[in-house]
T-cell receptor, first 114, second 111 residues
């Protein structure tokens, strides 16, 4: 069974703290994505990576950075958390070479910034 | 104009009803079409996946794609309370590197 695992389901942080959200997939997928999901706004792409050490900005990259040192792992970093980053963060992965177009999500990390 | 439009609902139906969920889109390059089910405080779960036009059936669920009208549908037969969730449509182009989502339709099935 395919699996995308996000390390933390719920986090509470204070304004200004550095936050790490980690994601691991076991499907040998080339592409990995970080989205945030907010009521009424739907899913918005923060960053994606199509290969190790490669990254591309999505629609809302400001205030975030990412790291992909290994194919299976994609981390999202909030350098200095702010209250407007309180959200549900979703990691996803896909493979452009298997011609299926399917995107698989993790369970999500719900971050609250106080 | 958004790439993908989806009626947010909420939609409330009695148990056993047939549910129809729909999305429209504007980009004719989309080739892959997906429906996700998302329970409260969980990640989206891939429910149905279709390539190009046509129908696909899986148990009580049927996905339809009409590329000429840029319209996709998900039908749920004999709806159950456990079907209560938010349903997201999603689509991507031939390379499968960029995905576009509807905002989701909230469904409640009343016992």
């Amino acid at each position: 069974d395919v699996k995308v695992t996000q390390s933390s389901r719920y986090l509470v942080k204070r304004t200004g703290e550095k936050v790490f959200l980690e994601c691991v997939q076991d499907m040998d997928h080339e592409n990995m994505f970080w989205y945030r999901q907010d009521p009424g706004l739907g899913l918005r792409l923060i960053y994606f990576s199509y290969d190790v050490k490669m990254k591309e900005k999505g629609d809302i990259p400001e205030g975030y950075s990412v790291s992909r040192e290994k194919k299976e792992r994609f981390s999202l970093i909030l350098e200095s958390a702010s209250t407007n980053q309180t959200s549900m963060y979703l990691c996803a992965s896909s493979s452009p070479y298997r011609n299926t177009g399917e995107l698989f999500f993790g369970e999500g990390s719900r971050l609250t910034v106080l | 104009q958004k790439e993908v439009e989806q009626d947010p609902g909420p939609l409330s139906v009695p148990e056993g009803a047939i549910v129809s969920l729909n999305c429209t889109y504007s980009n004719s390059a989309f080739q892959y079409f997906m429906w996700y089910r998302q329970y409260s405080r969980k990640g989206p779960e891939l429910l149905m996946y279709t390539y190009s036009s046509g129908n696909k059936e899986d148990g009580r669920f049927t996905a339809q794609v009409d590329k000429s009208s840029k319209y996709i549908s998900l039908f749920i037969r004999d709806s159950q309370p456990s079907d209560s969730a938010t349903y997201l449509c999603a689509m991507s182009g031939v390379y499968g590197n960029q995905f576009y989502f509807g905002t989701g339709t909230s469904l409640t099935v009343i016992p």
